[in-house]
C-alpha cells in the first residue's frame, strides 16, 4: 500500500527543487509555468531564496505546491507503482487534490496564491500566534486551553497538538503548561492558522473559488478538516476545503486511516516534517521522502520492494 503525504507550510528553504529541476527539462518547465501564472519569480525564490521572501504565507504557500508537485512529477517519471490514497498537512492537502486530479497544475496555484494571501492577511489585521504542546494528557490539554482562551489548532499524535490565540494566550498557555510540567514551544509563525483568526480568510477564499469547478479524485484523498476520507463529490470537496482554512487539521486520524501492515508512507516536497510525524503516532510506520534526487533515488528502491 502506497499512501502519498505532501509537505504543508513551515517545509520551505532557499534551495528547495533546484537539483530536481537541473536534472530535467520538463521539471524545470514547471517552475516557469508557476512563475508565468503568478506573474513573479517564484523559482528564483525557491532556488536561491532570501529565506525571509519565502516565508510570507502569500509566496510560501504557491512555492511549497511547485516544490511538491515537481517532487511528484519526478517520482511519478520513475515510478509507476499506483497509490492508494494521498493527503497532505494544510496547504499539502491542496497538493493531494491536485495529484489526484481534483484540480489542474494552473488552478491549484492561483487558489493557494489567494489563499496564502487571504491567511497572511487575516495575521496581519489580528496579530495572533501558535505554541506546541507535547505530552500533555487529554485533561491538561482542555485546562490549558481553558484557562489561556486558546483552541486547538493541529492534532499532530495524541502527545502533540498546536494550540492558538492571541499573544497573550499563547503566553499564557505557556505558562500554564510549564505549570503543570508539560513541555511547550511557541512557535514562530505568522499568525494563528486554523482557529477562527482565519474565518475572513476562509470567507474571501469562499468568494473566490464559487464558480471554479472541483472534479472527482482519482485516488482516495483525506480531508484535514474530518480525518476521513473527502466524498467522491466536487463541491463537497471544496466546502471542505474551505471548512479546512479556519478549523483544526486532524492529521493524527489521516495517518491512522491508511496504516495498514505493509503501508508505505511516500512524503513529497520540502523536508521532512511529516515523515517525523508519522513516525511519532507510531514507530512501526515505514516512511521515506522525494525533495531531492538523493531522495529520490534512496526512495524508489522502498516503493518497489
Known sequence: MLNLFFAGQGAQFPGMGKD??????EIMALFDKANDVLGFDLKKLCFEGPAEAITRSDVCQPAIFTVSMACHAAFRKRCDV???????LSLGEWTALCAAGVLDFETTLR???????????ACEAKPSGMISIMGATPEQLDAIC???GCTVSNI?????QVISGTHEAVAKAAELAAAQGVKNVVLQVAGAFHSPFMTPARERLAEFVKDIPFGTPRIPVLSNATG????NDGEAIKAAMLRQVDSPVHFSDCVKAVMKPGALFLELGPGKVLSGLIRRIDRA???????????????LPKVTA
Open 20 to 25: 530536481l529541476a537541473e536534472a530535467d527539462p
Open 82 to 88: 499506483p497509490a492508494d490514497a494521498a493527503a497532505g
Open 111 to 121: 487558489i493557494l496564491q489567494a489563499r496564502g494571501k487571504y491567511m497572511q492577511e
Open 146 to 148: 481553558a484557562g489561556s
Open 156 to 160: 499532530n499524535s495524541d502527545s502533540q
Open 228 to 231: 476521513a476520507f473527502h466524498e
Open 285 to 299: 510506520n515505514a516512511v521515506a521522502n522525494v525533495q531531492d534526487t538523493a531522495t529520490l533515488e534512496a526512495a
